[in-house]
Every structure is written in C-alpha cells, then in structure tokens.
C-alpha cells in the first residue's frame, strides 16, 4: 500500500526529470503503483478501515470459551451467538475461528477448520464448469 511518503517522494523524483521507468527503483514500489500514483494527481487518503470483526468483538470471549470448550464447527458456534444476539455474518465468524486456531496450533502447525461449505461449492462449481448439471429432460431415460 502506497502511503503519503511514498507517494510525495515519487512526486518529488517526478518534477526532479526521473523517468517513470526509473521511479520504480528510486522509490522501491512497483511499477504500477506508480504510474497509478502519478496518474492519480493527489496522496492517498488518510481514511482508517472498519475495524476486523467488528460486529464479533462483543462475542469473541464465547467463542473463545466455545473454542477451548472443543466446539470447533462454526454452525453450531454461529448458532450459540445468534442466540445471543449476534447479527453478522458466519463468514467473519469462520474467518476468527480460522485465525484462532492458526494461532493457538504454531508448535503443532496443524490447524482444523470447517470446510464442509468449500467442498460443497468446489464440486458444484466444479460440475457447473463441466456440464454436469443438466435439465430433467436431458437426464438419460427421462421421456
């Protein structure tokens, strides 16, 4: 990510006659960044991102306990904090079970995440490429 720095240094190096092909070198980003940077006219914003798992936050402490609990299956988790009031998504609570455990399992480098959903739309996706999904007509004796 381009920061203002980066970006009032190859400015800089621009007005001095550096070349766009030798900006990349001088300033140590790629070449693209800077030509969009350039081409841009202006720094980049100073705009923070939403804060990760925002919505999570109040509940991460229960799935924290759920987790140590052995609770490793996002649905049945997911369900616990909807009851509780939770109204995000199961992906951003897939996406902190996933970190959690990749951070407890370092010594073992072993981590077990929930990926029945993945499978599941790797095949379908899989078929829809190849055709094997076809019309009930088209199915052999269908007539």
Do not use: C
């Not at 006659?17 to 070198?25: E, R």
């Not at 929930?114 to 739309?121: E, R, Y």
């Amino acid at each position: 990510m381009l920061t203002q720095e980066d970006y009032w240094m190859i400015q800089e190096l621009h007005t001095k006659g550096s070349t766009k092909a030798t900006l990349p070198s001088a300033s140590g980003v790629h070449t693209t960044t800077v030509r969009r940077a350039l081409k841009r006219g202006r720094p980049p914003s100073r705009t923070r991102r939403r804060e990760r798992y925002a919505k999570l936050k109040p509940y991460v402490a229960t799935v924290d306990k759920l987790l140590r609990a052995g609770a490793f299956n996002a649905v049945v988790i997911f369900r616990e904090l909807q009851a509780l009031g939770y109204d995000g998504k199961i992906r951003v609570l897939r996406a902190y079970i996933f970190q959690a455990l990749a951070a407890e399992s370092t010594a073992t480098k072993t981590v077990m995440i929930d990926s029945t959903h993945l499978k599941a739309h790797r095949t379908a996706a899989s078929l829809l490429k190849k055709g094997g999904f076809r019309a009930a007509s088209d199915a052999p004796g269908a007539g």
